[in-house]
């Protein structure tokens, strides 16, 4: 039989103790017990497993025992494989071909059983530990579902699958990694996906040599893409499940990383990173007005500093109607050290509420906000309108639903400033052609970033800004080059 792995329990014993040695892991139980007649081996992490269907599955058998007469710590079963199979048929049992498939298999959850001489299976027990599903802080919307990912591959799994109820979606999983052995599962639909697409990913992902993906998800953005120095994201991250069944459905790809709760998607264009999931939550102006202010405070956020600086230092070119424009108080700090420290002192504000207890972030964000910023006016060391125009832009960035985007624009926006004061009107639509130019360079899967507008698709642009009835016969987006179009 291909699953009789070992010789007998003792050399099973010897080989399991090397691999995991002898009581010197306290969650690695080997517990030594009875199929009726048939003594096996019993080998899990405790952490992992669900105890108590295993002793729902094991004590009739072991409780019948007791009463069997007939019972003789002997040789008596000629077939171990037949014997077990039909006193413990349980559903969730498999054979693995290898003896590094089966520890891998206890270390990923599963419940190891090893008969008198050596033949191997594994129980689906698993029941690992975390959260259960709950709405995501960073995507919450007034109306819809209030489920999210959480930290388990099973259950997210779960999620997708119960809201696109069709056998054409797939969830293969891979195992990455040399020592973490990371469960990797790649979701699509089979009618729908691009098949160059997905043996790209399929490929990348056999190329990963690593020890572990302790950061999981953006570990796996940074192999996949070979990222190295680009700030801007490849990918969008989502915790909702009704995204990543709207994104499949569209011929996008989905990857779920064990131990994090968010997924993967690809291929995006940067108007992916744009967009939310109130936008379809509403009616459909109401959605495309919260569509534009959004792409506006995008636009905003990397150019209003830049901007209004320009205008501030070359203020004899203003007409009257924009005269307020500029510092009106006399300060001993040149106007663009002034930008560049508030910059980065809303920088420091934002890492420090990720530290802060969350009481606590409150109060922190008052102290920094309104007494510091205060106190800084009054003794000269900003100007109002800096503060002012620092707290817009920092306001117009979190408007912006992709975190990753917000900070990758913040240091765009600097690259920008920085041009801007070294040569003036010539160096703000410099940095700006460079920016743009360098946005439309990116094409990660061999897909354009900035698709719909470089290259320029009218009907899908149209479609970018303007959030259409979902009543409309709407194309799958050209870029995820889905078999099929239309979709309806």
């Known amino acids: 039989m291909t699953n009789q792995i070992f010789t007998s329990i003792d050399e099973a014993k010897d080989f399991l103790y090397s691999q995991f040695g002898k009581d010197e892991s306290f969650d690695v139980c080997f517990k030594e017990v009875y199929v009726r ?27 019948e025992r007791e009463y069997d007469q007939k019972f003789e710590f002997e040789d008596h079963i000629e077939n171990e494989d037949a014997y077990l199979d039909e006193h413990l048929n349980f559903f969730g049992k498999s054979e693995p071909k290898d003896r590094d498939e089966f520890v891998l298999g206890v270390l990923s959850g599963t419940v190891g059983i090893i008969t008198l001489h050596g033949f191997a ?27 999210g990912f959480a930290e388990n591959i099973i259950i997210n799994a779960g999620l997708i699958r119960r809201r696109i109820r069709s056998p054409q979606l797939r969830l293969e999983l891979h195992k990455l990694s040399d020592l973490g ?3 990797v599962a790649i979701a699509y639909m089979n009618d729908i996906v691009n098949d160059k697409h997905l043996e790209w990913i399929k490929k990348r992902l056999g190329q990963i040599k690593h020890d572990g993906l302790t950061m999981t998800d953006k570990s796996l953005e940074e192999w996949l893409f070979k990222q190295k120095f680009h700030p801007m994201p490849f990918v969008r991250y989502s915790e909702r499940p009704d995204i990543i069944a709207a994104h499949l459905l569209e011929g ?11 997924v993967i998607i690809v291929p995006v264009s940067m108007f992916h990173l744009l967009q939310h999931a109130e936008e379809y939550r509403q009616a459909p102006f109401v959605g495309t007005a919260v569509r534009l202010l959004r792409y506006f405070a995008a636009i905003f956020s990397l150019t209003l500093l830049p901007i209004w600086y320009l205008l501030a230092t070359n203020d004899y070119h203003l007409p009257e109607q924009l005269s307020f424009i500029g510092v009106k108080e006399e300060s001993h700090i040149p106007l663009f050290l002034q930008i560049i420290i508030a910059s980065l002192g809303l920088e420091y504000l934002r ?19 309104v007494i510091i910023g205060q106190i800084a006016i009054e003794v000269g060391l900003f100007s109002g309108e800096v503060v002012l125009y620092s707290a817009v832009v920092a306001i117009f960035s979190f408007a912006i639903p992709t975190y990753e985007l917000s900070s ?18 010539n160096g703000f639509f410099i940095a700006l052609f460079i920016t743009f130019s360098y946005f439309c360079h990116l094409r990660p899967m061999n897909v354009p970033y900035m698709w719909p507008l470089v290259p320029f698709f009218p009907t899908a642009f149209s479609r970018v800004f303007i959030r259409y009835p979902m009543a409309d016969d709407a194309l799958r987006p050209y870029i995820v080059g889905a078999k099929y179009r239309k979709r309806s």
């Open 351 to 369: 890492i420090a509420a990720i530290h802060t207890p969350t009481p606590l972030s409150t109060a922190m964000g008052l102290v920094a906000g």
């Open 121 to 147: 299976y594994t129980l689906e027990l698993r029941n690992y530990p975390g959260r259960t599903p709950e709405e995501p802080d960073n995507e919450k919307v007034i109306r819809g579902s209030r489920d």
């Open 408 to 425: 990758a624009l913040k240091y765009f926006q600097f690259f920008i400033v920085i041009l801007t004061a070294l040569w003036g009107a």
């Open 181 to 183: 052995q990371t469960d």
């Open 37 to 63: 007649s048939l003594p096996v081996l019993l080998v899990y992490v405790s952490g992992l497993i669900d105890s108590n269907t295993l002793t729902i599955q094991l004590t009739p058998l072991l409780y």
């Open 252 to 262: 996008h790809i989905a990857i779920i990383v064990d131990t994090s709760p968010s």
